[in-house]
């Protein structure tokens, strides 16, 4: 199985950055694992919330593919602890996910065509996060689900 988190938008805090590239260095040790950002929306200024979400939408859409299972990081979604990640993580493997598409949206979420198209949502926290951070922990939680699976000392309870 491999995995691609799309992102809204480039990552402007170096300390985001250096930690996403750390994890990511991590993940990658463990299954083929790739980050693609789609570009902020130009003249975002200019556009409603709803029109921004369907250029988004669109964008996020021309990156998947017929056969990816398409998971939203959305408020709203399922909520998991971080052994019932791995485990999650671990059933798609054993059913044979070939690609798991994560998606971190933009500031007002997805259109509702991304909606329709997911296979699931998954919630980070009922707290509210900035989507940048988002990115950080979210690429954390996938790492510390691979090493739960492997049996690592990487979590501690």
């Known amino acids: 199985m491999r995995i691609t988190v799309l ?11 250096e930690g ?6 991590r993940i990658i040790h463990y299954l083929p694992f790739e980050l693609k950002v789609i570009p902020d929306i130009k003249n975002s200024k200019n556009l409603t919330e709803d ?8 964008a996020i ?10 998971i939203l990081l959305d408020a ?21 996910t ?3 598409v994560f998606v971190v949206g933009g500031p007002y979420g997805f259109s509702e065509a991304v909606v329709k198209r997911a296979d699931a949502k998954l919630s980070l926290s009922k707290l ?23 049996g690592e000392p990487y979590h501690h309870v």
Do not use: C
């Open 7 to 17: 992102l809204i938008g480039s990552t402007d805090k170096n300390y985001l950055k």
């Open 20 to 25: 996403i590239e750390d994890y990511r260095n």
């Open 51 to 58: 029109q921004q979400k369907e250029r988004e939408g669109k």
């Open 61 to 70: 859409l021309d990156l998947v593919a017929t056969g990816d299972d398409l």
């Open 76 to 96: 709203g979604g399922l909520e998991m602890t971080s052994p019932g990640m791995s485990a999650w993580l671990q059933k798609k493997m054993v059913a044979g």
């Open 98 to 100: 070939r690609h798991l």
């Open 128 to 150: 509210t996060f900035p989507h940048q951070l988002v990115r950080l922990i979210f690429v954390e939680q996938l790492y510390r689900a691979l090493t739960i699976m492997r």
